[in-house]
C-alpha cells in the first residue's frame, strides 16, 4: 500500500498498514535512525488564549516553528515509538503548560490536541485508525474533536445528501472515531441549546480523512477567538 513518504524514512514507513498517502515531511524527529520503530505524530494548537506553543516529544519538538492558535503540523511527523512524554510550551515559556504520557506503537500513527484556557491546559492524544478504513468503498472519513471552552455538553449533528452521519451529545474535550460518510456537502452543526450556536457546510470527497475542529471560547466578544468550526484533511486512502 502507498504510503507518506518522509523522504529519508521511506523504507521504514512504507510496510505501514493503514494504507495512507500524505504529504512529505523533511525529516524525523530525534535522530534519524534506519532501524527504528516509527509512529506518525500530528500536533495541533487548540488552546484560545496561547497564540503561539512549542508541542515536544521527550525533549524535542516536534514542528519546525512553533504553533499559532488555529494551526497544526500540516502534516504527520515521523517519531520513535515507545513510552514518551509530549510537553506544550508557550513559546516563551520554559515550564510546560501541561504534559502527558503516552505509549506510541510502531506503524501507528496519532493526532495530539493541546486545548484549554487560563491556566488549565490538557493534550487530548487519539489514535487515527486507519487500518480500519477502505479506501476502495466509495466514502470519505470524518471525526470529530469539541475544544469549545466554557461550554456546556453540545449535540453534534453532521448530515448530507439526506443521510444523518453524526447526531449525539459531546462533552468538553470529547473525540469520536472516524465514520464512513458521502462524498459531497456535509452540513455540520454544534449546539447546547444556549451560548454555543455554530454551523458550517463543507466539501468532502472520496478516499480522504478529514478532521472536524469544534474550537473556541463560548459568549467570546473577540471575532477571533469565538466558537467555530475548522477542519482539516488527515490523508488520503489508498485503493
Known sequence: MKLMNFRALTAMLMFLASGVIFSSCNKMNDNDDNNAAVAGVMGFNMAPDQDAIVMTLDGNAISNSPLGYNNYTGMYVAVYAGNRTFRTYNVNGSIPLTETGVSLDTNKYYSVYFLGTSGNYKHVVAEDKFDEMSGSNGKAYIR????????????????GGGNTFVDEEASYSQTSQFVAVDP??????????????????????????????????SNSSNPDLAEQIKFVTNGSLAD
Open 184 to 217: 459531497g456537502e456535509l452540513n455540520i452543526d454544534l449546539n447546547n441549546g444556549g451560548d454555543v450556536d455554530v454551523s458550517r457546510t463543507i466539501t468532502v470527497e472520496a478516499k480522504k480523512v478529514y478532521t472536524i475542529l469544534f474550537m473556541g471560547i
Open 144 to 159: 470529530y474533536i469539541q475544544a469549545v471552552t466554557d461550554s456546556t455538553p453540545s449535540r453534534v449533528l453532521i448530515t
